[in-house]
């Protein structure tokens, strides 16, 4: 079936399925490959510089090629291009669209290894990168310079969740000349399409939502144009980035429930954060669907919903025993690193001043909270307790 022009769901569950090449299997089995045989030596000299023919799996295989296909239509691209992770997805763009001499304007409230491959490695290649107030708007064209070429936006942001305006920076950047990448991970490329938004290439870190059950890293780059895509392409090739076939197959399985999933993180998401924000050491909750939040406004403006990500700042900065206190005592929120998983998770996520230079946190205490698919009511018990535990550790 052909799944152009229908829903977003419809398409879901049914792009990049290709059942009539596999036995009539519903689920494209993984091609797991490295050599690919050609039957002639016509066949073995006809390549393909797009490189959208098999013909090593380090370079493409049906399982990439149908992932791909998946996640363009997902973000409203013109092709994708698929990693081994959500970092390597980011870094390996940023490779193909800068050069020595370039100067790059990054969101101060990037993903911490995103600023730290900008700082160090592109730094010792001759780029130079400046990290922008996330909350600058159309300000960011006062800090485009004529080496200017390239903008990354991560809307909201991780650990604080500014929502970025969007289409102010995307067109001051386009009007000096300057390419815009988005870090879309946030909202799983359904609740924002930052191509329609004035972006050149959308990332996401499909480990995320897309896979969605915390067994596998997974990255993709979706690309406005052909010259974009190529450009991409050609430095995955060069670089040896690739992701592996079972990889790609739990990515494409988690595509078909993608929206399903991120309907209840929605929901149980806004649940939490709203008995959160009652809690009197509360200061804030961080989330985007929420007044209160930085940017909350252009979140309404320019997203359709919202993932189960968010924050909370305390209204002090919790000594260290009333912070372990607090999330030491949880059953059912899980503490670590990822998100988007099936799962709820916490994290203590105060940014440090080596991961904020333009606009440092000063704030109390930021605590990040991951809202899975389990029963609202156990949650809310869960964090109950956990305040408990929390007073207890606070009281003289
Ligand atoms: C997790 C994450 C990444 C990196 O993804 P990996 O697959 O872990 O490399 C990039 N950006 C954001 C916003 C993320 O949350």
Known sequence: MTAAGKGPRTRLTHLGRRTHEHAGAVNLPPYRASTILFPTLTELE??????????????????????????????????????????????????????????ILVADSCYAPTRIFCRDTLGRMGV?????????????????????TLVLVESPGSLTFEVQDFPAIAQAAKSAGCRVVADNTWAAGVYFRPLEHGADISIQACTKYVVGHAD???????????DTYLLVKHAAVDLGATASADELYLG?????????????????????????????????????????????????RDFTGACGLFA?????????????????????????????????????????SRIRTAVPWTGGTLVRFHAGLEDVEDLLQDLDVAFTHLREALTP
Not at 129 to 148: E, K, N, S
Not at 321 to 350: H, I, K, N, Q, R
Request: proline share 6%.
């Open 128 to 148: 130079e990168t400046t990290f922008y107030d996330p909350q600058i708007g159309a300000g960011i064209a006062g800090l485009i310079r004529p080496a200017t």
């Open 216 to 226: 596998a890293n997974l990255g993709v780059a979706v690309c406005r144009d052909e």
């Open 46 to 103: 006809s390549f393909d510089p797009t490189h959208r023919k098999v013909r090593y799996g380090r370079t493409g295989t049906p399982s990439s090629f149908a992932f791909e296909e998946a996640m363009a239509d997902l973000e409203g691209g013109h092709a994708a291009v698929s990693f081994g992770s959500g970092l390597q997805a980011l870094t390996t763009t940023l490779l193909a669209l800068v050069k020595a001499g370039d100067h």
């Open 312 to 352: 909370v700042e305390f209204d002090l900065s919790l000594p260290r025993p009333a912070l372990a206190a607090f999330v030491d005592g949880m059953a059912l929120f899980g503490m670590g690193y990822s998100w988007g998983g099936y799962e709820s998770l916490v994290l203590p996520s105060t940014p440090g």
């Open 252 to 300: 494409l399985r988690g595509l078909r429930t993608l929206t399903l999933r991120l309907a209840q993180h929605q929901e149980t998401g806004l649940a939490l954060a709203q008995w959160l924000a009652g809690q009197r050491e509360v200061r804030r909750v961080l989330h985007p669907a929420l007044p209160g939040c930085p940017g909350h406004e252009l979140w309404q």
